[in-house]
Every structure is written in structure tokens, then in C-alpha cells.
């Protein structure tokens, strides 16, 4: 049985993340907590909306009710990307070379390494952003679809569109595929990689009882992950027209408990699934065996991240009854 050490924070906490081998805890009220030789806490905004992993840098990108995006390095330090006044910063994305993007109202923003910005403004509210794998391009979830904007060049946006509102984005690890979250309870997906003067073939993914709050990508691609039902549901994008005319996995499935969050772990196709109820199971894609990581708490699952050994698995919870699985045990 995997060992888990508890971290009890005080109300909503977002956002589980590592750095390196030390896990990091985004909490609603603006801190960040991390485990490293005690517990260390670091003031950062005056009420956190979004955080997310920066990979490539190492660090941890957040946005807040204060208009600040930050970036929180491993050693605890802050350093501010940008200052929208008055506004909140709904939505935070890592891009290559140390790009940032953020959505705030209309608006998405690039923030380039050297401190320059440039603003993409759409008609309706921007939701969700992401980076392509490849190349200085963010998506902007909207109402009715996403638009796509090359942030280096002037080069034309693309809009892909789709009726309903999109909450939230991803890039396929290979860039083939983008996928959003719907306030229908639903994924929608567009195929990228249509020959020029194809029309973008469209994905449907529906059937969800409740709103998809977070999606993980399996290491290479080929599997998607989302949340919104009794179970996580694994679509299949290995394949060049990915889910389309494919049934889903269905992994973990408990009943009438709802999954709240899903990741993937970064070097093996391997499943962690969060609960409404608190419970986390590890799934082997393979075999769908699963294992217990942690018995039911106190709230929702939030958010989930792997170390870079592998062997650890933070967690958050909306109640602030956090932790850190050891599966190496």
C-alpha cells in the first residue's frame, strides 16, 4: 500500500504541482505552500484564480483576483510577468522559451522572455489559453470556439468554430489535435494537421453527467484523459482521425462518485484519478489494474502532480486536506 503524507491547509487549495522532487500547494487565498526540508510558505497574490507548471523553466506560472501573473521559482523566490489593474487573471498557460500566456476579460496576452507583451483581443471573454508544442502560438477559448494566434509574427488568426462555450484548452503533445472543455458537458476537437483547402474535421466527445474540469494527456499522445463522470474517460488519439468513431475507456468507474481530476503520468501510461469524494486510484492503462493511492477525505479532488522521479504524486483538495502519495513504497 502506497504511504501518504498529509498536508492540512485551510480552505480551497487549486493547485498541486513539483518542482523537481519538492511539491508545491496553490492555495485560493494567494499562498503557495511547498514540502521542502519543513513546510515553507511564500505570500503571493491577494486571491489566486490559476496556477500551472512551467516545465521548461522549472517553476510555476499563477494568476490572480490582484491582476498579477507570477512566476514562483523552486527556491521559493517570485518574480512578477505582468500587472493587468483591476482585472483578474482567469487563465495561465507556459509557452516555449519562457513565453507566457494569460487570458484576463476579452483579452489574451503573450509575455515573451524579454518582457514584451502583445494582446490578442477577442469579441467575447477568453476562458482558457495554450501554447502549441511547436512554434509561438496560443489558443484562446471563447464562446463559440477558439481562435489561433501566432504571438511572433502577423501572421493571420485562424478561428475554429463551434457553438457553446469553451471553458478551457489543450494542444496534443504532438500538435495534431486541440481539444476544449465545454459548458455543455462535453469535449470538442479539431483535427490540425487537414491538408491546405481540407475543412478541419470536427470531434465530438459527449455523453458527460457533469462539467469536465481537467484533462491530462497520456506521455506520447495517444491517450486523452478527462474528468465529469463516474469514472475517468479515456479517449483514444492514436489513430490519425483520433476518437473519431472510437469508444472511450472507462477507467476507475465507482458508481455514482464523481471524478474531479485526472493525470498522467509523465514517463508511463499510468492514471492517477481524483474523486469528488476524495479517493485516489492508479490505473495501468495496459491491464486497467487498478490500485488504491488514497482512501476517501474530507473534499474534492482538485488537481494531481507527478514528481520528476516518478515515484511521488501530490495532491490538492478543495477543502485543504492535501498530500503526497509515495508509490515507490
Not at 494569460?102 to 489574451?108: D, E, F, L, Q, V
Not at 491546405?196 to 457533469?210: K, L, Q, S, V, W
Not at 464523481?258 to 486510484?281: S, W
Not at 516518478?310 to 509515495?326: H, I, N, P, Q, T
Amino acid at each position: 500500500m502506497p504511504t501518504v503524507a498529509p498536508l492540512d491547509l485551510d480552505g480551497h487549495v487549486l493547485g498541486a504541482h513539483f518542482l523537481g522532487d519538492v511539491p508545491f500547494f496553490a492555495s485560493s487565498t494567494g499562498t503557495f505552500h511547498r514540502l521542502d526540508m519543513g513546510h515553507q510558505v511564500t505570500e503571493a497574490h491577494q486571491g489566486m484564480l490559476a496556477s500551472v507548471t512551467d516545465a521548461a523553466t522549472n517553476s510555476i506560472i499563477s494568476g490572480g483576483e490582484d491582476g498579477k501573473v507570477l512566476r514562483l521559482s523552486a527556491d521559493g523566490s517570485i518574480k512578477m510577468i505582468a500587472e493587468v489593474p483591476r482585472k483578474w487573471i482567469t487563465s495561465v498557460a507556459p509557452g516555449p522559451s519562457g513565453a507566457v500566456g494569460y487570458a484576463t476579460g476579452k483579452t489574451a496576452t503573450v509575455v515573451t522572455s524579454d518582457g514584451r507583451s502583445r494582446d490578442f483581443t477577442e469579441q467575447r471573454s477568453v476562458e482558457g489559453v495554450a501554447f502549441a508544442p511547436k512554434g509561438l502560438r496560443i489558443a484562446a477559448a471563447r464562446y463559440n470556439g477558439v481562435t489561433l494566434h501566432w504571438a511572433g509574427t502577423n501572421g493571420a488568426p485562424v478561428d475554429l468554430e463551434w457553438k457553446g462555450a469553451h471553458n478551457d484548452v489543450t494542444f496534443s503533445p504532438d500538435g495534431r489535435f486541440l481539444v476544449t472543455s465545454m459548458q455543455e458537458n462535453a469535449l470538442h476537437g479539431w483535427k490540425l494537421d487537414s491538408k491546405p483547402g481540407e475543412e478541419t474535421r470536427h470531434m465530438r466527445m459527449t455523453g458527460y453527467p457533469a462539467k469536465i474540469k481537467s484533462m491530462s494527456w497520456a506521455p506520447k499522445g495517444k491517450w486523452l484523459a478527462s474528468s465529469g463522470a463516474p469514472a475517468a474517460i479515456v479517449w483514444p488519439f492514436a489513430a490519425k482521425d483520433g476518437p473519431m468513431g472510437k469508444a472511450p475507456l472507462e477507467l476507475g468507474t465507482r458508481a455514482n462518485i464523481l471524478v474531479t481530476a485526472v493525470q498522467f503520468h509523465h514517463t508511463e501510461d499510468v492514471l492517477a484519478i481524483g474523486f469528488i469524494d476524495g479517493m485516489i486510484l492508479g490505473v495501468r492503462i495496459a491491464d486497467q489494474k487498478e490500485a488504491l493511492l488514497r482512501r476517501p477525505g474530507k473534499g474534492a479532488i482538485t488537481s494531481m502532480a507527478w514528481s520528476k522521479n516518478g515515484k511521488l504524486l501530490a495532491f490538492a483538495s478543495e477543502a485543504g486536506d492535501c498530500g503526497v502519495v509515495d508509490i515507490s513504497v
